[in-house]
Protein backbone atom coordinates (compact mmCIF):
# COMPACT_ATOMS: atom_id res chain seq x y z
CA UNK A 1 0.00 0.00 0.00
CA UNK A 2 1.57 3.59 -0.94
CA UNK A 3 2.36 6.20 1.73
CA UNK A 4 -0.29 8.41 0.53
CA UNK A 5 -2.57 5.69 0.56
CA UNK A 6 -1.88 5.12 4.15
CA UNK A 7 -1.61 8.82 5.00
CA UNK A 8 -5.27 9.84 3.88
CA UNK A 9 -6.43 6.96 5.39
CA UNK A 10 -5.58 8.10 8.71
CA UNK A 11 -6.08 11.37 8.09
CA UNK A 12 -10.05 10.27 7.47
CA UNK A 13 -10.17 7.96 10.26
CA UNK A 14 -8.43 10.64 12.33
CA UNK A 15 -11.18 13.54 11.28
CA UNK A 16 -14.08 11.20 11.18
CA UNK A 17 -13.39 10.85 14.91
CA UNK A 18 -12.89 14.37 15.72
CA UNK A 19 -16.10 15.01 13.84
CA UNK A 20 -18.29 12.50 15.88
CA UNK A 21 -17.09 12.96 19.04
CA UNK A 22 -17.21 16.11 19.01
CA UNK A 23 -20.52 17.01 17.82
CA UNK A 24 -21.93 14.41 20.02
CA UNK A 25 -20.09 16.14 23.23
CA UNK A 26 -21.49 19.96 22.06
CA UNK A 27 -24.65 18.49 21.90
CA UNK A 28 -24.70 16.92 25.02
CA UNK A 29 -23.33 20.14 26.28
CA UNK A 30 -26.59 22.23 24.31
CA UNK A 31 -29.23 19.42 25.95
CA UNK A 32 -27.83 20.42 29.68
CA UNK A 33 -27.78 24.32 29.25
CA UNK A 34 -30.55 25.27 31.80
CA UNK A 35 -33.37 27.57 29.85
CA UNK A 36 -34.82 28.63 32.74
CA UNK A 37 -36.92 31.48 30.81
CA UNK A 38 -39.98 30.93 28.45
CA UNK A 39 -38.84 33.17 25.35
CA UNK A 40 -40.35 31.64 22.09
CA UNK A 41 -40.02 34.67 19.58
CA UNK A 42 -43.50 35.94 19.14
CA UNK A 43 -45.98 34.91 17.21
CA UNK A 44 -45.00 31.48 18.28
CA UNK A 45 -47.43 28.31 18.48
CA UNK A 46 -49.32 27.39 21.56
CA UNK A 47 -48.91 23.34 21.47
CA UNK A 48 -45.63 20.91 20.35
CA UNK A 49 -46.95 19.97 17.33
CA UNK A 50 -47.21 24.27 16.37
CA UNK A 51 -43.22 23.69 17.74
CA UNK A 52 -42.73 20.83 15.59
CA UNK A 53 -44.05 23.13 12.01
CA UNK A 54 -42.48 25.97 13.08
CA UNK A 55 -39.02 23.93 13.09
CA UNK A 56 -39.33 22.34 10.08
CA UNK A 57 -40.50 25.47 8.26
CA UNK A 58 -37.16 26.82 10.03
CA UNK A 59 -34.87 24.70 8.94
CA UNK A 60 -36.24 24.03 5.08
CA UNK A 61 -37.26 27.13 4.13
CA UNK A 62 -35.26 29.54 6.64
CA UNK A 63 -38.46 30.85 7.60
CA UNK A 64 -36.75 33.81 10.08
CA UNK A 65 -34.30 35.06 7.82
CA UNK A 66 -36.67 35.40 4.92
CA UNK A 67 -38.54 37.82 7.38
CA UNK A 68 -35.21 39.62 8.51
CA UNK A 69 -33.42 39.71 5.29
CA UNK A 70 -34.18 38.80 1.64
CA UNK A 71 -30.74 38.65 0.24
CA UNK A 72 -28.98 36.91 2.93
CA UNK A 73 -32.34 34.57 2.78
CA UNK A 74 -31.78 34.21 -1.35
CA UNK A 75 -27.75 33.29 -1.02
CA UNK A 76 -27.96 31.29 2.41
CA UNK A 77 -30.87 29.38 1.14
CA UNK A 78 -29.45 28.70 -1.92
CA UNK A 79 -26.55 27.78 -0.28
CA UNK A 80 -28.12 24.99 1.46
CA UNK A 81 -30.22 23.62 -0.77
CA UNK A 82 -27.10 22.85 -3.23
CA UNK A 83 -24.92 21.82 -0.58
CA UNK A 84 -27.87 18.92 0.59
CA UNK A 85 -27.84 17.95 -2.96
CA UNK A 86 -24.30 18.31 -3.16
CA UNK A 87 -23.88 15.74 -0.74
CA UNK A 88 -27.05 13.37 -1.66
CA UNK A 89 -25.07 13.13 -4.72
CA UNK A 90 -21.97 12.66 -2.85
CA UNK A 91 -23.68 9.21 -1.40
CA UNK A 92 -22.51 7.08 -4.04
CA UNK A 93 -19.70 7.07 -2.81
CA UNK A 94 -20.30 5.22 0.12
CA UNK A 95 -22.88 2.84 -0.89
CA UNK A 96 -22.77 -0.60 -3.49
CA UNK A 97 -25.76 -0.65 -4.84
CA UNK A 98 -25.95 3.02 -4.97
CA UNK A 99 -29.71 3.68 -3.41
CA UNK A 100 -32.51 4.98 -5.82
CA UNK A 101 -32.66 8.60 -4.80
CA UNK A 102 -29.65 8.96 -5.24
CA UNK A 103 -28.89 7.78 -8.92
CA UNK A 104 -32.26 10.09 -9.00
CA UNK A 105 -30.26 13.09 -8.28
CA UNK A 106 -26.96 12.43 -10.39
CA UNK A 107 -27.42 15.33 -13.09
CA UNK A 108 -29.12 17.65 -10.35
CA UNK A 109 -26.07 17.28 -8.86
CA UNK A 110 -24.05 19.26 -10.75
CA UNK A 111 -25.76 22.30 -11.04
CA UNK A 112 -26.08 22.18 -7.32
CA UNK A 113 -22.22 22.54 -7.29
CA UNK A 114 -22.50 25.76 -9.18
CA UNK A 115 -25.64 26.69 -7.35
CA UNK A 116 -23.52 26.36 -4.14
CA UNK A 117 -20.39 28.24 -5.24
CA UNK A 118 -22.90 31.01 -6.19
CA UNK A 119 -24.72 31.16 -2.60
CA UNK A 120 -21.22 30.91 -0.89
CA UNK A 121 -20.01 34.03 -3.26
CA UNK A 122 -23.28 35.92 -2.27
CA UNK A 123 -22.73 34.94 1.31
CA UNK A 124 -18.90 36.09 1.33
CA UNK A 125 -19.37 39.12 -0.77
CA UNK A 126 -21.71 40.47 2.26
CA UNK A 127 -19.04 40.08 4.74
CA UNK A 128 -16.91 42.50 2.59
CA UNK A 129 -19.51 44.89 1.50
CA UNK A 130 -21.94 45.43 4.14
CA UNK A 131 -20.12 47.74 6.50
CA UNK A 132 -22.11 46.59 9.34
CA UNK A 133 -21.34 42.99 8.89
CA UNK A 134 -17.97 43.54 7.98
CA UNK A 135 -17.31 44.85 11.31
CA UNK A 136 -18.76 41.85 13.24
CA UNK A 137 -16.65 39.56 10.42
CA UNK A 138 -13.49 37.52 12.30
CA UNK A 139 -11.13 35.73 9.95
CA UNK A 140 -12.49 32.22 11.22
CA UNK A 141 -15.74 33.64 9.22
CA UNK A 142 -13.85 34.45 5.93
CA UNK A 143 -11.79 30.90 6.46
CA UNK A 144 -15.27 28.50 6.77
CA UNK A 145 -16.27 29.87 3.50
CA UNK A 146 -12.92 29.89 1.85
CA UNK A 147 -13.02 26.33 2.91
CA UNK A 148 -16.04 25.90 1.28
CA UNK A 149 -15.78 27.39 -1.76
CA UNK A 150 -12.51 25.85 -2.44
CA UNK A 151 -14.27 22.17 -1.48
CA UNK A 152 -16.54 23.09 -3.81
CA UNK A 153 -13.79 24.40 -7.29
CA UNK A 154 -11.79 21.44 -6.76
CA UNK A 155 -15.09 19.33 -7.16
CA UNK A 156 -16.16 21.29 -10.18
CA UNK A 157 -12.90 21.04 -11.43
CA UNK A 158 -12.61 17.32 -11.17
CA UNK A 159 -15.88 17.54 -13.08
CA UNK A 160 -14.70 19.93 -15.51
CA UNK A 161 -11.36 20.10 -16.00
CA UNK A 162 -9.26 16.85 -15.14
CA UNK A 163 -11.46 13.95 -14.14
CA UNK A 164 -10.39 11.74 -11.82
CA UNK A 165 -10.94 7.75 -11.55
CA UNK A 166 -14.20 8.08 -9.98
CA UNK A 167 -14.34 4.56 -9.57
CA UNK A 168 -11.33 4.03 -7.67
CA UNK A 169 -12.08 6.93 -5.50
CA UNK A 170 -15.33 5.13 -4.63
CA UNK A 171 -13.41 2.14 -3.76
CA UNK A 172 -11.40 3.90 -1.38
CA UNK A 173 -14.23 5.41 0.63
CA UNK A 174 -15.69 1.84 0.83
CA UNK A 175 -12.33 0.41 1.95
CA UNK A 176 -12.25 3.06 4.55
CA UNK A 177 -15.33 1.73 5.81
CA UNK A 178 -14.66 -1.75 5.87
CA UNK A 179 -11.05 -1.22 7.67
CA UNK A 180 -9.57 -2.96 3.83
CA UNK A 181 -7.45 -0.61 2.65
CA UNK A 182 -7.63 0.39 -0.87
CA UNK A 183 -5.34 2.11 -3.08
CA UNK A 184 -6.29 5.76 -3.61
CA UNK A 185 -5.22 7.51 -6.76
CA UNK A 186 -2.77 10.49 -6.65
CA UNK A 187 -5.02 13.04 -9.04
CA UNK A 188 -4.47 16.43 -7.21
CA UNK A 189 -7.19 17.91 -7.62
CA UNK A 190 -9.01 14.80 -5.81
CA UNK A 191 -5.98 14.93 -3.10
CA UNK A 192 -6.94 18.30 -2.46
CA UNK A 193 -10.65 18.15 -2.16
CA UNK A 194 -9.95 15.02 0.21
CA UNK A 195 -7.79 16.94 2.48
CA UNK A 196 -10.05 20.02 2.67
CA UNK A 197 -13.27 17.36 3.08
CA UNK A 198 -11.01 15.98 6.38
CA UNK A 199 -9.98 19.82 7.51
CA UNK A 200 -14.06 20.40 7.29
CA UNK A 201 -14.53 17.51 9.42
CA UNK A 202 -11.84 18.10 11.92
CA UNK A 203 -12.78 21.62 12.16
CA UNK A 204 -16.17 21.42 12.30
CA UNK A 205 -17.20 20.61 16.05
CA UNK A 206 -14.99 23.97 16.85
CA UNK A 207 -16.44 26.21 14.47
CA UNK A 208 -20.14 28.52 13.70
CA UNK A 209 -20.96 25.52 11.39
CA UNK A 210 -22.27 23.96 14.92
CA UNK A 211 -25.24 26.33 13.87
CA UNK A 212 -26.73 23.22 11.90
CA UNK A 213 -27.04 20.40 15.07
CA UNK A 214 -27.52 24.20 17.26
CA UNK A 215 -30.33 25.53 16.01
CA UNK A 216 -32.56 22.84 17.11
CA UNK A 217 -31.99 24.01 20.56
CA UNK A 218 -32.83 27.50 19.85
CA UNK A 219 -34.68 28.64 23.32
CA UNK A 220 -36.61 31.31 21.02
CA UNK A 221 -37.28 28.71 18.53
CA UNK A 222 -38.51 25.56 20.24
CA UNK A 223 -40.26 26.44 22.93
CA UNK A 224 -44.34 26.58 23.05
CA UNK A 225 -46.18 29.68 23.88
CA UNK A 226 -47.15 28.55 27.46
CA UNK A 227 -45.90 30.37 29.58
CA UNK A 228 -49.43 31.71 30.51
CA UNK A 229 -52.17 29.42 30.05
CA UNK A 230 -54.78 30.29 27.79
CA UNK A 231 -57.74 32.28 29.73
CA UNK A 232 -60.18 29.24 29.22
CA UNK A 233 -58.10 26.78 32.08
CA UNK A 234 -57.85 29.60 34.30
CA UNK A 235 -61.37 30.61 34.43
CA UNK A 236 -62.61 27.34 34.31
CA UNK A 237 -65.25 27.86 31.07
C1 LIG B 1 -15.03 12.11 1.69
C2 LIG B 1 -15.94 12.82 1.12
C3 LIG B 1 -15.91 13.21 -0.35
C4 LIG B 1 -15.48 12.52 -1.46
C5 LIG B 1 -14.91 11.11 -1.53
C6 LIG B 1 -15.67 13.37 -2.60
C7 LIG B 1 -15.36 13.05 -3.91
C8 LIG B 1 -15.71 13.80 -5.03
C9 LIG B 1 -15.43 13.41 -6.40
C10 LIG B 1 -14.72 12.13 -6.82
C11 LIG B 1 -15.95 14.38 -7.21
C12 LIG B 1 -15.92 14.41 -8.75
C13 LIG B 1 -17.23 13.92 -9.31
C14 LIG B 1 -17.18 13.67 -10.79
O1 LIG B 1 -16.14 13.86 -11.43
O2 LIG B 1 -18.24 13.26 -11.31
C15 LIG B 1 -16.54 15.38 -6.35
C16 LIG B 1 -17.20 16.50 -6.79
C17 LIG B 1 -17.71 17.49 -5.97
N1 LIG B 1 -17.63 17.53 -4.59
FE1 LIG B 1 -16.89 16.07 -3.41
N2 LIG B 1 -16.22 14.57 -2.18
C18 LIG B 1 -16.39 14.49 -0.81
C19 LIG B 1 -16.94 15.45 0.01
C20 LIG B 1 -17.47 16.67 -0.42
C21 LIG B 1 -18.08 17.65 0.45
C22 LIG B 1 -18.22 17.54 1.99
C23 LIG B 1 -18.50 18.67 -0.37
C24 LIG B 1 -19.19 19.97 -0.01
C25 LIG B 1 -18.98 20.65 1.09
C26 LIG B 1 -18.16 18.31 -1.73
C27 LIG B 1 -18.44 19.09 -2.85
C28 LIG B 1 -18.26 18.69 -4.16
C29 LIG B 1 -18.76 19.42 -5.31
C30 LIG B 1 -19.54 20.75 -5.27
C31 LIG B 1 -18.43 18.67 -6.45
C32 LIG B 1 -18.77 19.02 -7.93
C33 LIG B 1 -20.19 18.66 -8.27
C34 LIG B 1 -20.44 17.17 -8.22
O3 LIG B 1 -19.76 16.41 -8.91
O4 LIG B 1 -21.32 16.78 -7.43
N3 LIG B 1 -17.52 17.10 -1.73
N4 LIG B 1 -16.39 15.01 -5.03
New binding site residues.
Partial sequence: MSTLTLIYAAL?YAASAILVVGVVLRIVRYARIPVPLKIPTSPAPMTRGGVFWRMLREVSLFESLYRANKWIWLFGWMFHV??A???V??VR??TEPVWALVALV?PF??Y???A??VGLAGLWARRFLVERIRYISTISDHLMLAL?AA??????????LS??D?VA??A??LGLMAFELQPLPADP??LA??A???A??AVFPASKLLHAPGVFFSPTRNQVDDARPPVAAWTGE
Fill in positions: FALVVLRHYFQGVAGFMLMIGATGLAMKYHTVAKFMLLHLLVALM
